[in-house]
């Protein structure tokens, strides 16, 4: 009979040690790893389910994750061919990475990034908000519908630090309904949406405001405000900052710092808003007059200093022999400055000292998004274990279509190319396979040969010859099924295309080897078919004189 301590003491032998540790050195284990394998930690056990699962784990692993610089490009033409939205990661180690976002669909356009989430726009109905590191998704349906105009650049996404509450905000324009009136490029709504709420909220601006400088200025989110450019007539620079308090629910504006000396060699001054480790930002340079987005000159970078008794505006960098395009929202990461080069290539640069003169010989590339390189984005993100299952309940989420994304025919064509790469892929490993296995028994059967040819330099020839016939093929690497993102796409081809060249070269120089050899033995043989007539020859001859011999002996 089994007894209860013999029970216990069974129980105790089956426990994972590490559920024997406290529970607080057991969660300090775990901020140290990935969100990847705390998934698969989550089904091991319920105890580490509920530590995993705990929310306030789910912070404190949240402020330990490293960041990332989230490369986005936005879907296009290039040709009148369409392509996909892709985004690509770069580690703390300016590594990027090699397959593509799965949340982030092929006609998805990124307006934030927060806390591991991404807030995506459609041309549908519906936003979604998606987990960058657990797949999860929140569709949503938009504040307005028929919206003339609408555009993901007018939609924002945040986190309030206090209420600890995620929220959209969008830019109402004017022109809804097929209707156009006089000031169609202004808004006086913004309305937002607080995840788990039951509907969106409408708040009216103090007056209307330009669309357009939201569009070509950016929004950014820092401790629970919203700020963005607007226009200013009254002001030096005719632009100020606006900010929505998403607490309060309150207007405000700010003027711009005034320190500038423009050239006029150069063209209009341009103003960009920015986030810099967690400040207000105001980027501004004098801009190229045939290319308002080529930047000239110095770039001058000013943060804002929020205190309870003031603000007030510091620059921060002034630089000089400035990149052709300042991405957004943020462009500073770390201790570099991420920016492009042409339209395509993205490179960083050491952010030196506050005043520095940029050398383009010193920059580092990182990553080529040609052709793709129009309107690139640049975000923070983190990989978090943020659920969005507890938002789920709400009235205005909704189910996703079942037909959407790669399913949609306007990519079948994209989707083939990339299935008739797989399939090259899949014929080199094979050819590949089949040449190694031929030259390989070849080799086999010259080596048994050797030893039966007499002739020292011919032996030595053909063995020199034998060598080169056995195909040397680089290690085949297993395929992943993930999808690869555009610019490991690019790399995947080259790499293909060179491997198919090096298939041929080495296809060949086997081909003229075993040619080779085929020569020096028809030579052999034929210097041995020599050797065996003359051999027999001399045999024949002694014979016949021998028959000779004998008559004459008998005719004696």
């Not at 057991?26 to 509920?50: A, D, M, Q, Y």
């Not at 105009?149 to 509450?165: A, N, Q, R």
């Not at 299935?419 to 040449?435: F, I």
Request: charged share 25%; hydrophobic share 35%.
């Amino acid at each position: 009979m089994v007894t209860e301590e013999t029970k216990s003491k069974k129980q105790r032998n089956g426990e994972c040690i590490i559920n024997r540790l406290p529970v607080d050195l057991i969660e300090r284990i775990f901020l140290g790893l990935p969100v990847s394998t705390l998934l698969t930690c989550v089904g091991v056990c319920k105890h580490w389910h509920n530590i995993i699962r705990d929310p306030q784990f789910v912070a404190l692993h949240l402020q330990c994750a490293p960041s990332y610089a989230l490369l986005f490009s936005p879907r296009g033409l290039v040709s009148g061919e369409p392509y996909p939205s892709d985004a690509v990661l770069i580690d703390e180690a300016w590594s990027s990475s090699r397959y593509a976002v799965p949340v982030i669909g092929p006609d998805d356009f990124l307006f934030g990034s927060c806390n591991g989430l991404l807030g995506l726009y459609t041309k549908t109905s519906m936003i979604k908000i998606a987990n960058l590191a657990t797949g999860e998704c929140l569709h949503l349906q938009k504040p307005a519908k028929n919206v003339k105009g609408d555009h993901f650049c007018f939609y924002s996404f945040g986190f309030h630090p206090v209420t600890k509450e995620y929220k959209i905000t969008h830019f109402l324009g004017d022109c809804i309904n097929g209707r156009r009136p006089h000031n169609k490029d202004r808004f006086n709504i913004i309305q937002v949406y607080t995840l788990g709420d039951e509907k969106w909220k409408d708040f009216r601006t103090p007056k209307a405001l330009s669309l357009i400088s939201v569009r070509n200025s950016g929004v950014v989110n820092v401790d629970g405000k919203m700020y963005w450019l607007t226009e200013d007539m009254s002001a030096n620079c005719q632009h100020s900052v606006m900010s929505f308090d998403l607490l309060e629910e309150s207007f405000a504006m700010t003027q711009l710092p005034a320190a500038y000396e423009d050239h006029d060699y150069y063209g209009p001054r341009k103003f960009w808003i920015r986030d810099i480790d967690g400040k207000i930002c105001i980027v501004t340079a004098q801009t190229s007059h045939y290319d308002a987005r080529t930047v000239l000159g110095e770039l001058q970078i000013w943060t804002l200093d929020n205190t309870a008794e003031q603000q007030r505006w510091s620059r921060k960098y002034n630089i000089k022999n400035p990149p052709n395009y300042i991405l957004g929202p943020h462009f500073v990461h770390r201790d570099r400055i991420l920016t492009q080069l042409g339209s395509d290539d993205v490179c960083s640069y050491e952010l030196l000292s506050e005043n520095f003169k940029i050398d383009l010989s010193k920059m580092v590339k990182l990553l080529d998004f040609s052709p793709h390189g129009q309107n690139l984005q640049s975000h923070n993100c983190v990989k978090s274990l943020v659920r969005l299952e507890v938002f789920s309940k709400a009235g205005i989420v909704r189910r996703p279509k079942q037909w959407d994304g790669w399913e949609l025919k306007k990519w079948e064509a994209w989707e083939q190319n990339l299935a008739k790469k797989e399939t090259m892929w899949s014929r080199l490993y094979e050819d590949e396979h089949k040449k190694t296995a031929s030259t390989q028994s070849l080799h086999a059967r010259l080596n048994h040969l050797l030893p039966q040819i007499l002739d020292d330099v011919m032996r030595q020839q053909i063995c020199m010859k034998n060598n080169q016939i056995c195909a040397a093929f680089a290690d085949q690497q297993p395929r992943s099924l993930r999808r690869l993102n555009w610019v490991e796409q690019k790399r995947d081809e080259e790499t293909l295309f060179a491997r198919v060249e090096k298939f041929i070269d080495i296809t060949m120089a086997a081909t003229q080897a075993i040619e080779s050899v085929h020569d020096m033995i028809g030579r052999v043989t034929q210097d041995l078919d020599k050797r065996t007539s003359t051999s027999k020859a001399g045999i024949a001859s002694q014979n016949h004189s021998g028959d000779g011999d004998g008559d004459t002996d008998l005719g004696l």
